[in-house]
């Protein structure tokens, strides 16, 4: 019983669902029906489910401000890329083998490898800097986000300014939301056992955590690794929907609009900022009708939701799968 | 007796101020010691050096004859020393139970895998801890609020379950930063029982800061004075209390007529 049933009940739903939203209009099922431009907000949805909840364990989970989720995304969405895309011809002969499960097997390996660059960039951003706290830490994220940016945009091998077209559209929505369970169980899980107890430790109180014998920075780095490894994914997941990426899609306003979601749902509640994720990605679609007031709508909602819960929609409430008498 | 931890001439400077002036100091296997001193003597940074919140700028301090001076405060944690915290540092946001789990985290060996593909492993391991934790607070009386948030807990109850989480990171010193500070002298009376009773059932070795005279003479088997720094006197409680420098240290010197 548990958490790993359940997760395996999610990802087949998750599989399921996409049988029924396939988008080919000749499928029987009336659900089919669904319309691109539906289908695509719901995929989007999940993308940014990914990124909030992975962001989560960073800032919610672990307490530290990280402003750089948006760099991580786009080494996902390049990387991923680059063996669909630029590498994709010679990338599709070699897996050959795999007879017409090429396309989808190839598709899985770019996920991966999107993932697992960003990871790496993640470990390579976090082992520096999170030995800074609070402001400091939030800027030097920032720059990294910035510097990742600015590094794919003079980078002609990918298309520079210009970005990269052509990448096959092979996220589907049960892929992502397959993607959005594995990372809200992996988030719930670590976070929910004793292991994880050592991220809460480390945001309450430091020094505290330390003199139980956690060690922060291991704790801090882990936690960076994983929210880069999701962040890869939803990138290379995005940049397989939209077919087309450039730095400009990437910036740091991306990364803000991460943290709003994340702070938006509750910082530390998985559950929360999974909803946030969907429901703001919603919303933004519902005030395009209000065009140039849509970002003054936008921010108003915060302003109203901070003031009257500033612990965010379900903060302090509703972990995943918290015991009776789990946290407060 | 075998010396569990062992100062030799351990200073510390922060820019011009020696906090800890070349300071010889030892805790025996199971021995329960005081370490009082006026405001500012250097108690609480002696504890952070021990601790390894501090690097000690000369002099050593060895931890079961392992140098420790140098080692990050998870480390040395790790070796068998944990300590409270003088102005409470609980893991706030947690329960009771949660802050006495997070401590066990130092001896699980199911770690980041094992949190993620939840075998039987894992599952037992989480039960025993769950299981060792509740006991702790039963031992302490603070199982009834196991799942209460710990900010709920009354001062005193705070203070128990900061003795009860450096437990569950199975110390052989336990470090008490003036476990009495804001307490009344019923409360001070129970705690008092308490640290005795913790020092035998877990048999540890006990240190203890502690500004309140009533609390040190009566349960220390023998006292170190700092001030300024510098040990002036080291015995027994009886020794110290006759101790012309403590005295003079505590009440200012007595001026005598040449």
């Known amino acids: ?328 | 007796m075998n010396r569990l931890l062992e100062l030799e001439k351990v200073t510390v400077r922060f820019g011009g101020l020696v906090a800890v002036s070349e300071v010889d100091f030892h805790v025996a296997d199971g021995e329960l010691v005081g370490l009082i001193g006026p405001n500012g003597a250097g108690k609480t940074t002696l504890f952070n050096l021990i601790t390894g919140v501090y690097t000690p700028t000369s002099g050593s301090i060895r931890f079961l004859g392992q140098e420790v001076g140098h080692m990050s405060s998870s480390d040395i944690t790790g070796m068998g020393v944990a300590r409270t915290f003088q102005n409470i540092r609980l893991f706030s946001s947690l329960s009771v139970l949660d802050n006495v789990v997070a401590a066990f985290n130092l001896h699980l060996k199911s770690g980041f895998l094992g949190a993620l593909w939840r075998g039987n492993a894992f599952r037992s391991e989480e039960q025993s801890i769950r299981e060792e934790a509740v006991r702790l607070l039963e031992i302490f009386g603070l199982a009834e609020t196991a799942h209460a948030p710990c900010r709920s807990l009354s001062y005193g109850d705070q203070r128990r379950l900061e003795i009860v989480r450096a437990l569950a990171t199975r110390p052989r010193l336990l470090l008490l930063d003036e476990p009495a500070a804001g307490m009344n002298p019923t409360e001070k009376v129970e705690l008092m029982r308490l640290i005795q009773f913790t020092q035998e059932r877990f048999g540890l070795a006990v240190l203890l800061v502690e500004h309140d005279m009533k609390v040190v003479m009566g349960i220390c088997q023998r006292i170190a004075v700092l001030e300024y720094g510098r040990k002036i006197a080291e015995g027994t409680p009886a020794e110290i209390q006759r101790d012309k420098r403590v005295i003079a240290a505590y009440l200012g010197e007595e001026v005598t007529d040449a």
């Open chain 1, 1 to 328: 019983m548990g958490a790993r049933s359940g997760f395996l009940a999610a990802v087949l739903a998750a599989f399921v669902i996409s049988g029924l939203f396939t988008g080919h209009p000749e499928a029987a099922w009336p659900l089919a029906q669904l319309d691109d431009y539906l289908l695509n907000i719901l995929i989007l949805a999940g993308i940014n489910v990914v990124l909030a909840t992975s962001l989560n364990i960073v800032n919610g989970h672990t307490g530290q401000f990280s402003l750089g989720h948006a760099g991580f995304m786009a080494v996902g969405a390049y990387g991923s890329a680059a063996l669909t895309q630029i590498n994709g011809k010679a990338c599709l002969a070699a897996l050959s083998f795999l007879g017409p499960c090429a396309q989808g097997g190839l598709f899985v390996c770019a996920l991966l490898f999107g993932a697992a660059l960003a990871a790496l960039a993640g470990l390579a951003v976090g082992l520096p800097s999170l030995r800074l706290r609070g402001d400091y830490l939030a800027i030097v994220t920032l720059g990294f986000g910035e510097i990742i940016r600015v590094v794919f945009q003079n980078t002609e091998a990918v298309g520079g300014a210009r970005g990269l077209t052509g990448i096959p559209p092979q996220t589907t929505l049960g892929w992502t939301w397959a993607v959005a369970a594995l990372c809200i169980y992996c988030v719930s899980a670590l976070v929910n056992s004793t292991y994880g107890r050592g991220f809460l430790a480390v945001r309450d109180d430091e020094i505290a955590a330390e003199a139980m014998g956690i060690n922060p920075t291991r704790y801090k780095v882990t936690a960076f690794v994983v929210g880069a490894f999701f962040a890869g994914l939803a990138g290379a997941l995005y940049a397989h929907l939209i077919g087309y990426i450039s730095p400009e899609g990437f910036t740091f306003l991306k990364s803000v609009d991460v943290v709003v979601m994340v702070i938006l749902g509750g910082m530390g509640s998985t559950v929360g900022v999974a909803f946030a994720a969907v429901g703001l990605t919603v919303l933004n679609e519902l005030l395009r009708q209000a065009e140039q007031y849509r970002m003054v709508a936008f921010s108003l909602l915060l302003i109203v939701l901070m003031i009257t819960r500033p612990q965010g929609l379900l903060g302090g409430m509703g972990r995943f799968f918290s015991r009776k008498g789990g946290n407060p």
